[in-house]
C-alpha cells in the first residue's frame, strides 16, 4: 500500500513557476515509477510527466517539454514536479501517481496509486 500527500499548488502569474511535491509512504517507493497527471475542468485526465524507479529516465508530454521538470529523492520516498514558464492553460487538478513497473506510461488507467490533487490555476 502506498500513500501519496501533494501539498502545494496555487495561484501564480503567467510566466511565473511552482514546484510540485509529492510525499509517498511505506518503504518501496524505489520500487515505483512515479508521475505527474492533471484534469482541467470539463477535460480528461492527461499525462504530464515520468521519471522511472531509479530517476535515470524522465518523460513529458509535448505540452510541457522544454518548461517542466520531474526529479525524486528515493532516499526522502519524494517526487518532485518543477514548473517554470507557466501558462493560463496549465491550470488544472495535479495529480502525483504511482506504478509498481520500471517505468510509467501515459495511459491513467494503468497507475496503481493516486494522490488526492492539488489546484494549480495560472492568471494571465
Known amino acids: 500500500q502506498v500513500q501519496l500527500v501533494e501539498p502545494g499548488g496555487g495561484l501564480v502569474q503567467a510566466g511565473s513557476s511552482l514546484r510540485l511535491t509529492c510525499a509517498a509512504s511505506g518503504r518501496t517507493f524505489s520500487s515505483y515509477a512515479m508521475g505527474w497527471f492533471r484534469q482541467a475542468p470539463g477535460k480528461e485526465r492527461e499525462f504530464v510527466a515520468a521519471?522511472?524507479?531509479?530517476?535515470?529516465?524522465?518523460y513529458f508530454a509535448d505540452s510541457v517539454k522544454g518548461r517542466f521538470t520531474i526529479s525524486r529523492d528515493n532516499a526522502k520516498n519524494t517526487v518532485y514536479l518543477q514548473m517554470n514558464s507557466l501558462k493560463p492553460e496549465d491550470t488544472a487538478v495535479y495529480y502525483c501517481?504511482?506504478?509498481?513497473?520500471?517505468?510509467?506510461?501515459?495511459?491513467?488507467?494503468?497507475?496503481?496509486?493516486w494522490g488526492q490533487g492539488t489546484q494549480v490555476t495560472v492568471s494571465s
Open positions: 501517481a504511482a506504478r509498481r513497473a520500471q517505468a510509467m506510461g501515459v495511459d491513467p488507467r494503468l497507475n496503481d496509486y
Open positions: 521519471i522511472s524507479r531509479s530517476g535515470g529516465s524522465t
